[in-house]
């Protein structure tokens, strides 16, 4: 059974868009949880422009495991190593994105990041490297002793052509080298299918989708307790 990870990052979004105390991520974590999801994931950005610091002190209060992403710096670091989620993914990061939009260089930027997966395992938090399916990123993430990664899903969800092979070749690569193997972004209803096939596949993370859909799934509900209310 593949593992489901809930990215509860864009209910601080809606959060914060009001600078209103709810919608509370740490409910929607809980709610979630409840019904099945095998853990929680979320990011906390430089720019704290979603989960923000005590988001992440309640959400390791849970007792489901909690993937915390982080950019490889030295800040995000000292906080992971203070509260200990489960684990740590290592994502790239840019103030001016909407969103993390590739994987993270490792080959590049492996002496930059090795410290920080050193320091990370040290804490006994089970790092994983968001990585596009590139072999020599693979390769790379085993040599920097990360015992996870997970694949950049983002070209695929946007249709390129042969991402879906590219994505399958990444699979076997990581099934060489020993590493366990996650994949997320841009996934719903419509394209995870195939991905859910791919050779030792652990773990999925979805988030906007997610939390988009649930509106509609939960607009409904909301407008029907209201009319009752006014009458
Ligand atoms: N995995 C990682 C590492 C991510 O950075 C994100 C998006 O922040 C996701 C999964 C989930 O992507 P989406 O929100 O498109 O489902």
Redesign the pocket.
């Known amino acids: 059974m593949i593992r489901l990870g809930v ?1 509860i ?2 209910v601080a979004t809606l959060r914060n868009a009001r600078g209103e105390a709810y919608p509370d991520p740490l409910k929607a974590a809980e709610l979630v949880l409840q019904h099945g999801v095998d853990g929680i ?1 979320a ?1 906390l950005r430089e720019d704290r422009r979603h989960i923000r610091d005590e988001d992440i002190e309640k959400l390791r209060g849970l007792s489901a495991p909690l993937n915390f ?1 982080m950019a490889a710096t030295e800040e995000m670091t000292n906080i992971a190593c203070r509260v200990k989620p489960h684990a740590c ?1 290592v ?1 790239p990061e840019r103030r001016e994105e909407l ?2 939009e590739g994987g993270l260089d490792v080959v590049g930027l492996k002496d930059k990041i090795k410290p920080f997966i050193t320091r990370l395992s040290a804490a006994g938090i089970r790092v994983s490297l ?1 990585i596009d399916p590139e072999p020599e990123a693979i390769k790379m993430a085993a040599e920097l002793g990360a015992p996870v990664i ?1 694949l950049h899903t ?1 070209a695929y969800a946007l249709g390129k052509p042969g991402e879906l092979e590219r994505l399958q070749r990444a699979a076997l690569i990581a099934a060489e080298y020993g590493l366990e193997l996650h994949a ?4 719903n209803y419509e394209n995870v299918e195939p991905i859910t096939q791919l050779p030792g596949l652990v773990e999925l ?6 939390i988009s859909e649930a509106v509609f799934v939960g607009l409904a509900a909301s407008v029907r307790r209201m009319k009752d209310l006014l009458s």
């Open positions: 990215n990052d864009h994931t990011h992403e993914c994502v969103t993390t968001f997970e983002g997320g972004h841009g996934l993370n979805i988030g906007h989708f997610l």
